[in-house]
């Protein structure tokens, strides 16, 4: 396999409610539809050994968790992949239980019938490795010494992650991908995806997005310095002490904020107060679940991702899609992407959600750029 991935074995545990923590319902989840939602999603895992990482350095075990939703066919060749963003989960679509008050994020998108049709495909939603929701992670236990990684979970690339993606395809039977996509991170696993794997898909919709990283080791040295100036940070070994909720609490509120959290909750929320309130909770669950030492090991990843530099290799069609208030990615990357794929050969085109919601916009959004999706995967499966 590329780069000397390997997997000495593999299995699969699919029905398993007990194989793995289920995710939190997602920040800002979309309410359930009266119709057409994913009433009864199975948390699965899947598990390799022996995973050789781009810096040489081996997982003795590797886990991924996943959800699918729809059926493969025979031949492996209706499948989409779903990518998640740098602190969500992967529970993209539909509810664990009929009563689950909330779907995933891109519920409005996934599901029969909907622009990405469960009816038609076979879609899987892949928690990324070092992800806080399944996945082997410095959170999980180091099969070498029966204790955590913690800081010491090697450093890991956009590579890393899709090819952990790719052995879990093959697992599953994949042969080919009409699509993969994904929004913000997600976004760089699908650029990613397209250059190390360019004949194994048919598109990619990398949405809110862009095909490089941003902020250099800068970045990460500006969270570590945070993380680290809590009083229970403990070079990292924090576990024992119950992590640092507090500074963990105050990190995702901010970036909620940023993202586009109070315009979104401004539909149903009208005071402040309440709006300020809602975004406080949810950042004290999220606190709760994700590990610091995950966001590390994820922001190092992201700020040396550069798939841009790599356009030529794509085979694969491209649709680009922005947000026209998102302040991480906003529309002014399009000319320079755009351009950049023309130049290299590659087929693509560019959609923008005209919406307030900002970095938010594309679960919330998901009838005004659902069409061209649609249109898209229309295209591709034809």
């Not at 966001?295 to 085979?315: N, P, T, W, Y």
């Amino acid at each position: 396999m590329a780069r000397g991935l390997r997997a000495l074995a593999c299995m699969l545990a699919l029905a398993v409610a007990g194989c793995a923590e289920a995710p939190p319902s997602p920040p800002l989840a979309l309410p359930l539809a009266e119709r057409d939602t994913l009433r009864t999603v199975v948390k699965r895992q899947f598990t390799a050994y022996g995973f050789t990482l781009e810096s040489g350095r081996l997982l003795p075990e590797l886990t991924l968790a996943f959800e699918v939703y729809g059926r493969l066919r025979p031949d492996g060749r209706n499948a989409i992949l779903i990518t998640h963003g740098f602190t969500s989960s992967h529970h993209a679509a539909g509810t664990y239980r009929p009563t689950d008050p909330l779907a995933g994020w891109w519920d409005g998108l996934i599901g029969p019938g909907k622009a990405i049709d469960t009816d038609r495909f076979f879609v899987v939603s892949s928690n990324m490795l070092g992800s806080s929701f399944g996945s082997t992670a410095p959170a999980s236990v180091n099969p070498a010494t029966g204790k955590r990684y913690g800081p010491d979970f090697p450093e890991i690339t956009l590579r890393d992650i899709v090819g952990a993606q790719k052995l879990l395809l093959d697992a599953l039977g994949v042969r080919h991908l009409v699509v993969v996509a994904g929004p913000s991170f997600g976004g760089y696993q699908a650029f990613q995806w397209a250059v190390t794997y360019p004949d194994f898909m048919g598109g990619i919709v990398p949405v809110v997005t862009a095909p490089k990283g941003s902020g250099g080791d800068a970045a990460v040295e500006a969270l570590a310095r945070r993380l680290a100036a809590d009083p229970a940070w403990n070079g990292g070994w924090h576990y024992d002490a119950g992590g640092i909720p507090r500074t963990m609490r105050a990190l995702r509120v901010e970036t909620l904020r940023r993202y586009g959290a109070d315009e979104l909750l401004a539909r149903t929320l009208t005071r402040r107060q309440d709006r300020a309130a809602r975004i406080d909770r949810l950042a004290r669950a999220w606190a709760r679940r994700f590990d610091p030492n995950s966001m590390v090991v994820l922001r190092r990843a992201s700020v040396r991702f550069d798939a841009e530099r790599d356009f030529g290799k794509i085979r694969a069609k491209v649709l680009y899609v922005l947000s026209r208030t998102d302040r991480l990615f906003p529309p002014s990357l399009a000319p320079g992407v755009m351009d950049g794929l023309a130049k290299a050969g590659v087929e693509a085109r560019y959609v923008q959600i005209d919406s307030e919601l900002g970095h938010l916009a594309s679960g919330p959004e998901a009838a005004q750029w659902g069409p061209a999706l649609r249109a898209f995967l229309d295209e591709l499966a034809s």
